[in-house]
């Protein structure tokens, strides 16, 4: 979901340091109904981000993000999402965040993603994409130009005690005008796995921005079964396509999927009431690997602050 952030800053000066806090978020509700007979109104989406930067002075910068959720039945699903620190100076920018997995994959589904199932729930039933908590320490070099490179060490199964995996992944970027090229190479091969297990799998994407409209491709080869595809019960190399076309200031897009014999195809749009109020819709269907079909629609009402 597009999330239009409008910051409420907050500003403290202590000597010749400062913070500035912003305070972002939204509550959606959507009606959604599948062909498998699920129907109703839920709470879909209702989060809060928390952002805090300060100057360090010398060209140096730290930041922290969080991320709360409160969505799904009342009183229930409460929870974390993103959360992340990263320091920016001269010499690069070090993060550490916990996160989850399928990163620069999913950053390319540009249509309003409505209905129950989407690229990622469907994985359940072994379906494109699958995703799992991780943490991650990250260090990107300064920007030479047009392109970014760096460094990110992994650990799969976040939280304290031995991690499920350990993944290094080579990250570089390309930003030149309306193109941009993101790729990952991970390289995973620790005591903690054996076997076919190990390997390494590319994952990479490219968007252009025309202005008219903004298309996407991205893929993820053949290789760490166990990694971003976690659940889809094969390691066949897997292929995204994304389009998203403004219409005033309102839009339009699809998002489609394949993955051996599992894929996705999603149309949606969305009408903008206003800055931060709008209403998107959604028509889907989505494979298993299995070859169970389900076709979904949803409708949905927001408001981001």
Known sequence: MKKTLIALAAVAAVSTSFA???????????????????????????????GVTEDLGGGL???ISMEFNSDGAWAANNYSGDKSINLTGPNGTLVVIN????????????????????HWTAS?????????????????LPAMGPVTLGYKYVEGGDGY???????????????????????EYNIRNSEYLTGDARGQRLDA????????????????????????????????????????????????????????????????????????????????????QAGVSTDTFGVRLGKNF
């Open 20 to 50: 500035q806090v912003a305070i972002t978020g939204g509550v959606d509700f959507t009606y959604g109904k599948t062909t498998d007979g699920a129907k109703g109104i839920a709470a879909t989406d209702a989060y809060i981000d928390v």
């Open 61 to 63: 910068k730290s930041t």
């Open 99 to 118: 996160t989850r997995s399928g990163g620069i994959l999913n950053n390319i589904m540009f249509a309003p993603e409505v209905s129950s199932t989407d």
């Open 124 to 140: 359940v039933n072994g379906g494109v994409m699958a995703r799992g908590g991780v943490d991650a320490l990250v260090y990107l």
């Open 161 to 183: 005690g031995s991690p499920t995996s350990v993944t290094h992944v080579l990250y570089g970027k390309y930003a030149q005008g309306p193109l941009t090229a993101v790729a």
């Open 205 to 288: 994407t490219v968007t252009y921005d025309a202005g008219v409209a903004k298309v996407a491709l991205g893929i993820e080869t053949a290789g760490l079964n166990t990694a971003n595809n976690t659940n889809t019960g094969t390691a066949a190399t897997a292929t995204l396509l994304s389009a998203l076309v403004p219409v005033g200031n309102n839009s339009v897009g699809v998002n489609w999927g394949k993955r051996d014999a599992a894929s996705f195809t999603e149309f949606a749009g969305q009408y903008n009431l206003s800055k931060l109020t709008y209403v998107a819709a959604s028509v889907g269907t989505f494979v298993s």
